[in-house]
């Protein structure tokens, strides 16, 4: 839909999405809202009456909008590193033009999530690498000692990445394929990859490497036996060389399982991304719990940091977190796993409802109907 003035020049627009809900009537969503002016309230209230009774005309129930604009960007922890001073009276010109909004909630009550987390690109790739927080690290490293790869796949491997993810929406295979053929050229999927051979030789590696610390010990305590307070120190990492000895000669007994058994290899986890305006968006990632321990999500998520920071992209979406950073919730990993790469929390202002039919509205938000249909319209 495109809005003209009085002069005929188009003064904002928006994609409209629909489908039914109650018989004949219909949902409307404007994907991250219309691209209108917010600021300007005779227009917004104009066209709201106008939106109204368009709608209304063509038994629309309400019109759903979720604009992206920013109300603070925060750090891990939930402080503020800036804060938008026009919220408020934005807030006030929506609302008072006739929007309901579903509150600055901090999980997921809303159809899409208010918080995402963003890492913001344009350093050079060790910089980023040493601004992630020291457990995103060591998984990064732990999975490429896994012989975890990550691979640029194509459309025809979409089954393959849909089995990690079928259970995350009600959504079929068929939309995510489509998906590619509307997006062409600026969609991509990943997949995470156990490389059999690379896992050997990783594996070999670091258990000759600890062998050789474990057995230069052995000999320092022989040498230094009568030195007792040498002597405890040694035997004290003795004693932890021995437990890294025994991990690394388990890891290796597996490497060497799944090269046998495996050549091929095995697809563990993936992810899809959308490209626009210099920018990364993570679409859906997923991965096979069986082998979450070779911590694939965090090996995918640096790669593409590295490939899109390369092609001088300015940031990646990594997508929903929460707004909760100090109380622990069932959400804690989630939000402690993407804000680990270096992220910030961007908080956006949430989803406003224009409502157009009042009584079928309150049919649709009553409980018992809102858990019937719930899933079918996200």
Known sequence: MGFTNNNNELVGASLILYRNIISEYKYAYAPNGMLIDYSDYDFLKELADKLKKLLFKQKFIFLKIDPLIHCSERNETGEIISY?????????????????????????????????????????NDNIKESLNKQTRNKINKANKQGVIIYKATKEELDIFYEFIKKKHNRSLKYYQKFFDIFEDNIELYLAKIEPEKYVKMAKDAYEHELSINEHLSEQIKINSTKTLDMKKLINKKMESDKLLSNEEINLSKATNMFQNKKDGIIIGGAIIVKYDRGINLLIEGFDEKYKNYNPNYLLKWELIKKFNN????????????????????YSGLNEMKLGFSSTAIEYIGEFDLIINKPLYAIYKSKPFNT??????K
Not at 86 to 109: A, C, P, R, V, W
Not at 372 to 377: E, G, T
């Open 84 to 124: 938008n001073p026009q919220i408020n009276d934005l807030m006030e010109t929506i609302q008072t033009s006739g929007f309901y909004h579903h509150g600055f909630n901090k999980f997921f009550e809303t159809n899409k999530s208010r918080w995402n987390a963003i890492t913001k690109l344009g350093r050079n």
């Open 311 to 330: 092609e001088n992209y300015r940031f990646i979406n990594l997508n929903a977190i929460t707004g909760e950073f100090k109380q622990k919730n069932k």
């Open 372 to 377: 019937i249909i719930k899933n079918n319209i």
